[in-house]
């Protein structure tokens, strides 16, 4: 029997639909410890800088936030809580200065200078996402290139009702923003959604990243706040949105040394 050309395109939709262009995310979620090398803090009121890895050391400086600092090495001991967020104790430099800081507020990646993101969603509905925030804030650190490489296309001469699944991906292009830094854009009938993959981050850094992101825009900032947390055996895996149930944002560890940011475009 000889299979059409559409029969094959409908197999790949559903496929496309259950796996999501996403690898399966780890559950058993350990902090990623962090190699020596060049970070930013993402703390919003700044980073303290201590004289031993404990929070009851000397405070010798506050970091600002968006600050360079260099990481020297990152402490053997059980990762730290901090709320909920969770980090090692890091060792840094910054000028002349050593010492111990927090290191889920230490990421690999230049946070968003919020003057520049500040009015993006003001005018926006209250159940309009937030992808667009998220894509400037990389256009205007990375330069986004005009093409990228499309890894998925059944776009011409589709008919939505006609779909095996109701949010199918008509078009996923794959964006290489540096040597750590993916962008993934997922066209849709009705929406769009933006992933970003950051090797050499987890998800705690993750999600600093987005509150720093978050929070430069004002209808945005309260749905970062008291996020609901997936966990098992006490580890989280997933944090989302409380609101939308992960459709404003998702955060996952895709693979042990890369998390992933989901935020989508509109409805």
Same mark, same amino acid.
């Given at each position: 029997?000889?299979?059409?050309?559409?029969?094959?395109?409908?197999?790949?939709?559903?496929?496309?639909?259950?796996?999501?262009?996403?690898?399966?995310?780890?559950?058993?979620?350990?902090?990623?410890?962090?190699?020596?090398?060049?970070?930013?803090?993402?703390?919003?009121?700044?980073?303290?800088?201590?004289?031993?890895?404990?929070?009851?050391?000397?405070?010798?400086?506050?970091?600002?936030?968006?600050?360079?600092?260099?990481?020297?090495?990152?402490?053997?001991?059980?990762?730290?809580?901090?709320?909920?967020?969770?980090?090692?104790?890091?060792?840094?430099?910054?000028?002349?200065?050593?010492?111990?800081?927090?290191?889920?507020?230490?990421?690999?990646?230049?946070?968003?200078?919020?003057?520049?993101?500040?009015?993006?969603?003001?005018?926006?509905?209250?159940?309009?996402?937030?992808?667009?925030? /998220?894509?400037?804030? $990389?256009? %205007? +650190?990375?330069?986004?290139?005009? !093409?990228?490489?499309?890894?998925?296309? *059944?776009? =011409?001469?589709?008919?939505?009702?006609?779909?095996?699944?109701?949010?199918?991906?008509?078009?996923?292009?794959?964006?290489?923003?540096?040597?750590?830094?993916?962008?993934?854009?997922?066209?849709?009938?009705?929406?769009?959604?933006?992933?970003?993959?950051?090797?050499?981050?987890?998800?705690?850094?993750?999600?600093? /990243?987005?509150?720093? $992101?978050? %929070? +430069?825009?004002?209808?945005?900032? !309260?749905?970062?706040?008291?996020?609901? *947390?997936? =966990?098992?055996?006490?580890?989280?895996?997933?944090?989302?949105?409380?609101?939308?149930?992960?459709?404003?944002?998702?955060?996952?560890?895709?693979?042990?040394?890369?998390?992933?940011?989901?935020?989508?475009?509109?409805?």
């Amino acid at each position: 029997m000889k299979l059409s050309h559409s029969f094959f395109q409908q197999v790949c939709f559903i496929f496309c639909c259950l796996w999501g262009f996403h690898l399966p995310l780890l559950k058993a979620q350990y902090v990623l410890p962090k190699n020596p090398g060049v970070y930013y803090v993402t703390a919003p009121s700044g980073l303290n800088m201590r004289e031993a890895p404990t929070p009851t050391a000397v405070k010798i400086m506050k970091i600002p936030y968006g600050e360079q600092v260099e990481l020297l090495k990152e402490e053997e001991y059980a990762p730290v809580k901090m709320g909920w967020m969770q980090g090692n104790w890091a060792k840094i430099k910054v000028g002349d200065n050593e010492g111990f800081a927090f290191g889920a507020y230490l990421i690999p990646v230049k946070p968003p200078a919020r003057t520049e993101l500040a009015g993006i969603c003001k005018d926006d509905s209250e159940t309009a996402g937030f992808g667009k925030l /998220l894509y400037a804030y $990389l256009d %205007s +650190t990375f330069a986004i290139p005009e !093409k990228g490489e499309t890894i998925f296309d *059944l776009s =011409e001469g589709t008919n939505p009702d006609s779909l095996p699944c109701g949010d199918c991906h008509l078009v996923v292009v794959r964006l290489q923003l540096s040597q750590n830094v993916v962008l993934l854009e997922e066209i849709h009938f009705e929406n769009s959604r933006l992933r970003l993959r950051v090797s050499g981050m987890d998800i705690y850094g993750a999600y600093a /990243l987005l509150e720093a $992101l978050m %929070s +430069t825009c004002e209808r945005a900032a !309260k749905h970062h706040q008291n996020p609901k *947390l997936k =966990e098992e055996d006490g580890r989280v895996y997933e944090i989302q949105d409380r609101e939308m149930g992960g459709e404003f944002f998702r955060i996952r560890q895709i693979d042990a040394a890369t998390a992933e940011i989901v935020m989508s475009g509109w409805y």
